[in-house]
């Protein structure tokens, strides 16, 4: 080989030779193709490659490409750029950063400085991921500059959120957080005039701080790239330019091992997503020890993500070891490497330089070589690539400037980075959360800061002077990139909303016509989608289940977004409701994922915050993939202030008869109803739907209000009423009677010698099985019993006006009001039965706030779903209008 043969190209090839068969004839073609390399270039030697690839195809060889390359950076020394900063200011303030994380989470937990050690925290996290938050900070992540036209809107970043202290102590330095502030950390209730910081990236409890939700692990991941792909969305539909704005995101390798991680990666690089960079920050360590203790962690995800189609850049070691291997002409280095597994490493990184000296490069005389000349100090201070400002910053630049794919940074750092003795590399170090005096002192010394034995003792958070080099240097670099990040902000303009009748007319008035919830609502969006200033914006996302929905007409009005448009002409191109794909396309069909969808959505339904345009996403699926499968993304979209409406199609645990356990949903509301940002309706008509759709946009695209509405949908056809006149105040607080069903006034003389005739019952019911309920008091009145319907729009509402009449009486207001359900039944009468398509628990969350000295009974779909007709799953959960008439009968016997 000449001298110009790559470096880690040397030690492949020495590491390879000592299995080789035939050293010299593998020498031969080796020289061979480095000499074309030379003579032709990469992009012949891409082509040679790829022709042999296919000749061995064809011979049968079982050969193919190895995902895994040697253990060493991606980009070589003579790669790197010129590193564009102060490299010592930059060391010297991500240092200051450290210490007042630190100090933050220990003062949190000592209880000299007022803190509690309940309170928790994390170190370590941070320790080993500053340098990659650094020099994001100083040279790519880029803030939003304003909502001109031209102006840069802003990228997009993920933090780590064990990081978050991180982040708050460089908040603290620019000016945006006060020491004050960092003195109440993870104390929100008590913080008094400071700003309690909240564990991790909350957006809903610091709404001018935080951008994304990322504390529940895998959530943050795939939200980052269908963010990145709803940019495309809104650049290819001529909504928003979003070129030349990235989407970052730095995640722990731990939390790859999180299904929602890795599922949407091949929809990342399937879609060319080059304007999105993950920064894996590979410490090898879990929560409670070693990611891959047997194996390599690194090379498992350089695999995963070359496979799945991204970019790979491995920054695995620091500047400090270039020389080590320019000397290493055996390959002993990568070697070695290559046989050393994550749980080694760890211990390595946990030990002292004699240690490594002895137990690392003593393993062979190649190796005792390269070490000899080096101190115990020196081999100890050799860096991992994370943790080299230069290196990390080639390895931005890279991903910054690649094409055509999206690109992930795998990134080798050490767990508590600094941490000495106290809990670096230490399988206990997730978890530190105190120093001792030693141990603070160490830390101080490590990283040079200025602080005396006293201050460190005291755990002093420290601050240069605003005039000094740092915090000019600090100001400066985040200035040129917009200004500060994390933050968050609101301004967007408000959607004017089409008037209710121009899209909903014939659900107003529906006159008795059959038609189910979901057909009137997929008639509903196609009008909205009509609307010259609201359609545009609307975002309608389905996971494989728009012909199932009756969505198939809006193929042809709005198309289906396509990064690519349509290449193909579909099997039914014939058809009225042919299958379109276009560039411009406005539906979001995600597949069958769930996860993917709800992440789609979130990304749209808060654009309004993250480009500062207001998008109106619907989501329609089956109801019981919602909440159940995908329950925790839709708490982090609460957090991040989502606004939009999420339908629950087939919903309750009736009317979707034959499909079964699996599908039948019984348990939606009952966890919509513990999001607090979360309007739960479960309506039973068209005209309820229509109000409730109707107030949910003026809510979201007028009033600009953080909330989002849950909306179930049935896929069973019925008579349709008209818009009870002054209904639409109770539809949308919860409640309103429906009718009044009085004894039949020819009742024959039997019914009237009944125990019961002439009494009066008070019957409630939602969704699905208000027509049951219907029923069930046309059943009574023609037993001589008087029977008042409510129709319950929503069981959590009512529940959370009885909640809040109920916090005015505990808190002594003057004017405590009643609970609006206990309002709406004054003018009723008798025992109250309540039947909807969902558990007890659902109509049981108002039984505390209805009228007095009314006796409450309850009916629902407790226990597993079962494939059947819907008359007889009714009958079998005791909520059709049989059983419901005997349970109203039976509570008249007993009052």
């Known amino acids: ?35 074309l390399v030379a003579t032709q270039g990469p992009a012949r030697a891409r082509q040679m490659l790829d022709e042999l690839s296919r000749v061995a195809r064809t011979q049968r060889t079982g050969w193919q490409p190895d995902l895994s390359t040697p253990y060493v950076n991606t980009i070589h020394v003579n790669e790197q750029p010129v590193f564009p900063g102060d490299l010592a ?35 370590a996290s941070y320790a080993s991921a500053a340098d990659l938050f650094e020099t994001g900070f100083n040279h790519f992540f880029h803030a939003r500059e304003g909502l001109a036209e031209g102006q840069h809107r802003g990228d997009l970043v993920f933090f780590q959120p064990h990081s978050a202290p991180g982040v708050y102590a460089r908040a603290y330095l620019e000016g945006r957080l006060s020491e004050k502030d960092l003195g109440f950390y993870r104390q929100e209730l008590t ?155 760890q211990t390595f990184a946990a030990k002292d330089g004699r240690f490594n000296r002895d137990n690392f490069f003593g393993q062979n005389e190649e190796l005792a070589r390269l070490a000899q000349g080096m101190t115990d100090e020196q081999i100890d201070r050799l860096k991992r690539g994370g943790h080299d400002l230069v290196k990390i910053h080639a390895a931005y630049a890279a991903a910054a400037n690649h094409k055509g794919q999206p690109t992930v940074i795998l990134a080798h750092t050490k767990k508590g980075y600094g941490m000495g003795q106290a809990g670096q590399g230490k399988m206990t170090t997730h978890s530190q959360k105190k120093f001792d005096e030693s141990d603070l002192l160490e830390f101080r010394n490590r990283f040079n800061l200025p602080l005396s034995d006293e201050q460190a003792r005291r755990i002093d958070f420290y601050k240069p002077a605003p005039d000094s080099a740092e915090m000019q240097y600090m100001h400066a670099k985040r200035q040129a990139l917009g200004g500060y990040l994390p933050k968050r902000e609101t301004t967007a303009e408000k959607i004017a909303i089409p008037a209710l009748p121009s ?14 919830t979901t057909m009137a609502f997929v008639r509903m969006l196609g009008g909205l989608l009509k609307d010259a200033a609201l359609g545009p914006k609307i975002v309608p996302i389905v996971a494989d289940e728009a012909r199932t929905f009756g969505m198939a007409n809006l193929f042809k009005q709005v198309g289906i977004y396509s990064s690519v448009g349509q290449r193909y002409a579909p099997e039914d ?29 979130t990304a749209a339904a808060t654009s309004y915050s993250v480009h500062g345009l207001a998008m109106l996403p619907f989501y329609i ?136 005739a002439g009494r009066s019952v008070t019957l409630l019911g939602s969704g699905a099985i208000l027509t049951e309920v219907i029923k069930a008091a046309e059943l009574l009145a023609g037993q001589g019993v008087n029977a008042t319907v409510f129709s319950v729009t929503s069981w959590s509402e009512l529940a959370r006006d009885g909640m809040a009449c109920q916090q005015q009486m505990l808190d002594a207001e003057a004017d405590v009001a009643r609970p609006f359900i206990a309002q709406q039944l004054d003018d009723s009468h008798g025992p109250i039965i309540a039947a909807t398509d969902y558990v007890r628990a659902v109509p049981e969350s108002i039984r505390a706030f ?46």
């Open 1 to 35: 080989m000449n001298d110009t043969t790559p470096l880690h190209l040397l030690q492949a090839a020495a590491a390879m030779n000592q299995h080789d068969p035939d050293p010299q004839e593998t020498a031969e073609w080796r020289e061979a193709f480095l000499a």
């Open 89 to 123: 200011m930059e060391e010297r303030l991500a240092s200051l950063m450290r210490w007042n994380a630190l100090a933050m989470v220990v003062r949190a937990n000592q209880a000299e400085t007022g803190g509690s050690a309940e309170l928790g925290g994390h170190i």
């Open 191 to 345: 913080a008094g005039d400071a700003q309690g910081l909240c564990s991790y990236p909350h957006p809903y409890l610091m709404p001018d701080f935080w951008q994304f939700p990322t504390g529940s692990m895998g959530i943050g991941p795939i939200s980052s790239i269908y963010h990145a792909r709803f940019m495309r969305y809104l650049t290819h539909r001529r909504l928003l330019d979003c070129s030349g704005r990235k989407v970052w995101g730095v995640f722990g390798d731990g939390e790859m091992d999180e299904p929602e991680s890795m599922s949407a990666l091949t929809l990342a690089a399937r879609e060319g997503l080059d304007n999105m960079v993950w920064v894996v920050n590979c410490n090898l360590q879990r929560l409670d020890g070693p990611v891959r203790g047997n194996g390599r962690i690194i090379d498992e995800l350089e695999k995963l993500f070359a496979g799945a189609g991204w970019n790979v850049i491995k920054l695995v070691w620091g500047s400090d070891w270039d020389g080590l291997f320019a000397r290493d002409l055996t390959g002993a280095l990568a070697s070695a490497f290559a046989h050393t597994v994550d749980g080694q490493m």
């Open 503 to 516: 899209y909903a007319g014939f659900a107003l008035a529906a006159d008795g016509k059959e038609m189910s």
């Open 573 to 601: 191109i014939g058809s009225v409701l042919s299958y379109r794909e276009a560039l411009d396309g406005q539906i979001l069909e995600e597949g069958i994922s769930e996860a993917g969808a709800l992440a789609s959505w």
């Open 621 to 756: 699926y089956y109801s019981m993939f919602g909440f159940q499968r995908v329950g925790d993304q839709i708490w982090a979209a609460a957090d991040q202030r989502a606004r939009g409406f999420l339908l629950g199609a087939t919903s309750g645990r009736t009317t979707l008869g034959g499909e079964g356990l699996q599908h039948q949903d019984g348990t939606s509301h009952l966890i919509a109803a513990t999001i607090p940002n979360c309007k739960a309706y479960d309506p039973a008509f068209a005209c309820e739907l229509s109000v409730i759709l109707d107030k949910g946009m003026q809510d979201m695209m007028v009033e600009q209000k953080d909330v989002f509405y849950y909306v179930t949908l049935m896929n069973e056809n019925y008579a349709q009423p008209d818009l009870r006149a002054g209904s639409e105040a109770g539809i949308i607080r919860g409640c309103y009677k429906f009718n009044s069903y009085p004894r039949a006034p020819d009742a024959d003389q039997g019914h009237k010698t009944l125990e019961n």
């Open 850 to 895: 209805l009228p007095k000295g009314r006796s409450y009974m309850t009916l629902g779909t407790d226990g597993f779903g079962r494939s059947d007709t819907r008359a007889a799953l009714r009958a079998f959960f005791g909520v059709n209008a049989q059983s419901i008439a005997r349970a109203a009968l039976q509570q008249l016997k007993t009052n």
